[in-house]
């Protein structure tokens, strides 16, 4: 084991005046409908529609590049998050998804990409990785562009920072280089839809809209795979916007294997790059915690887990698991506010 064509966005309509129409087209005059959101996930206030500018599948891996108008979003460093702005020279907001071409599960890595027209650099940039209500786990960014016209993006997708067993390792730890041409028109960007949520349809209240109807991702029915995989079945706990799954696999080097799958509780999608650590507790007391390692594999698709001995296991009433840092993960709105300081979630232990 080692580590490492328009789409629907869909949406509720808001049935509104044309003056108030062009109003909330201006970037973030929307906001003002979600005021104060929740410490959570919500509703956001409206969803975009988005151009695909093509797919590829290289070495194992395949990447689909798509563009929506620039729009503004989080990032995150610790639980820090602060807001990254539109810029009057942003023309796209640009979004890759990087997925293992057999299995379909998100790959945990490092994306840049180059844009060049007629031969020339226009931008160079490392994509932030993100998570949208529509798109879940993603690469993206606002980037800017040199007018209408034929450009080509150089997509590098780096070896994967997870530890990968179940074959994936000879397609998932190299990196490697997709080209992709796509043209891009000013007119087709400010044309694309944007559908607004009405309030009475949930906007600002705890929940999400649906998942892309094509998303990729593979995760629907992991916690499946993994309740049938398991040696031991432990369950899954709660936290509140993230749902845990456990449970006890294969042995690995004589030791079995803690494996946890987080999901987001609404879209279960897959949580990268979180630092997560599980600790037994009986009677009351806890014990001392283990950390939990970033996974692939074709079975579970992204997880995290760590080798433990069953004795450990056995000899507790409830496993703790502890997210020590939140998912360093950029956010769309409906996201911002979400997964930063989540209390431990528990899970009782009957292995008899």
């Not at 409908?33 to 996930?41: E, F, K, N, Q, T």
């Not at 093509?54 to 620039?70: F, I, K, Q, W, Y």
């Not at 992204?302 to 496993?319: C, I």
């Not at 997210?323 to 899970?347: C, I, K, M, N």
């Amino acid at each position: 084991m080692r580590r490492r064509d328009a789409l629907a966005a869909g949406g509720l309509v808001l049935s509104l005046s044309a003056g108030c129409l062009e109003t909330l087209e201006r970037e973030d005059a929307w906001r003002e409908l979600v005021v104060d959101p929740p410490d959570g996930v919500y509703v956001p206030p409206k969803v975009d529609e988005m151009v695909s500018y093509g797919t590829e599948t290289v070495d194992g891996r395949t990447l689909s590049l798509a563009a929506t108008r620039p729009h503004s979003f989080w990032t995150v460093t610790g639980t820090d998050r602060a807001r990254a702005d539109v810029r009057n020279y942003h023309a796209i907001h640009l979004m890759a998804s990087a997925h293992d071409a057999e299995t379909g599960t998100v790959v945990p890595t490092s994306v840049t990409t180059t844009i060049r027209s007629r031969d020339e650099r226009v931008d160079e940039r490392t994509l932030w990785p993100m998570l949208s209500q529509r798109m879940g786990f993603h690469y993206g960014d606002n980037v800017p562009l040199d007018g209408d016209g034929r450009y080509v993006a150089t997509v590098r997708i780096e070896p994967t920072s997870a530890d990968v067993a179940d074959g994936l390792d000879d397609r998932l730890e190299t990196a490697t280089t997709v080209d992709l041409e796509f043209d891009y028109a000013a007119d087709e960007i400010e044309g694309l839809e944007r559908r607004l949520i009405d309030a009475d349809e949930g906007r600002g209240d705890a929940g999400a809209v649906e998942p892309m109807d094509d998303r990729d991702d593979g995760d629907d029915d992991h916690r499946d795979r993994l309740e049938e995989l398991a040696e031991s079945w432990i369950g899954t706990a709660t936290s509140g916007d993230l749902e845990f799954s456990l449970a006890v696999i294969e042995a690995e080097r004589g030791r079995d294997v803690l494996a946890v799958l987080p999901r987001t509780r609404h879209n279960r999608y897959p949580i990268p790059f979180a630092a997560l650590s599980v600790a037994p507790v009986r009677g009351g007391a806890t014990g001392r915690s283990v950390s939990l390692g970033e996974r692939l594999g074709a079975d579970l698709g992204h997880h995290y887990g760590t080798a433990v001995e069953r004795r450990v296991l056995e000899g507790a009433d409830e496993l703790a698991v502890t997210v020590d840092a939140p998912p360093q993960v950029s956010r769309h709105e409906g996201y911002e506010t979400a997964f930063l300081d989540p209390e431990p979630a528990t899970v009782d232990v009957d292995l008899e």
